[in-house]
T-cell receptor, first 113, second 113 residues
């Protein structure tokens, strides 16, 4: 089975712009979660989608949003980028019937200048 | 409020010896615990997990122990190999239908030849 894929792998944006990141889960997995990793805060949960519905949300501002499509692929969007949004954004998928192991993609490295 | 704590930022061991990585948690509602291994600029790789109803789980060189009364878990790697050198994250899932994981800050393991 193919693993979790994320595109793009690297992205450079400037403050004020918006960005969309994409995640394709492992085939058959219905849950997709997004995490932000920064040196200071570690890995922090952004949100989880299951069957196209947001099932849980972390403590991030409304500039961070996401969605999931009927084929379980997911996108996350960050609007009005700030310097502090520079991070590694990780997507993880699991079957969703819980408790399940989440498998992570390689991440998207976002740099905001 | 850090619900999952890895108090040792780093650990150095000799090849062939045992590596013991520790993790403490505060939330009694965690029902599933996982260990991930991570290299820089890559996504975490799943190693081993344990349900809260068990106290031990083994997979090859990796064993995870859970002490619920002490709210403590540990990962044992025997024997340690230089390829095990990476950052190890402890993660916990809150029971109740979401796949959200709460991560510790990680422990950097160095296995010296």
């Amino acid at each position: 089975k193919a693993g979790v894929t994320q595109t793009p792998r690297y992205l450079i944006k400037t403050r004020g712009q918006q960005v969309t990141l994409s995640c394709s889960p492992i085939s058959g997995h219905r849950s997709v979660s997004w995490y932000q990793q920064t040196p200071g805060q570690g890995l922090q949960f952004l949100f989880e989608y299951f069957s196209e519905t947001q099932r849980n949300k972390g403590n991030f501002p409304g500039r961070f949003s996401g969605r999931q499509f009927s084929n379980s692929r997911s996108e996350m969007n960050v609007s009005t980028l700030e310097l502090g949004d520079s991070a590694l954004y990780l997507c993880a998928s699991s079957p969703g019937g819980g408790p399940d192991t989440q498998y992570f993609g390689p991440g998207t490295r976002l740099t905001v200048l | 409020d850090q619900q999952v704590k890895q108090n040792s930022p780093s650990l150095s061991v000799q090849e062939g010896r045992i590596s013991i990585l520790n993790c403490d948690y505060t939330n009694s509602m965690f029902d599933y615990f996982l260990w991930y291994k991570k290299y820089p600029a890559e996504g975490p790789t799943f190693l081993i997990s344990i349900s809260s109803i068990k106290d031990k789980n083994e997979d090859g060189r990796f064993t995870v122990f859970l002490n619920k009364s002490a709210k403590h878990l540990s990962l044992h790697i025997v024997p340690s190999q230089p390829g095990d050198s990476a950052v190890y994250f402890c993660a916990a899932r809150i029971q109740g239908g979401s796949e959200k994981l709460v991560f510790g800050k990680g422990t950097k393991l160095t296995v010296n030849p």
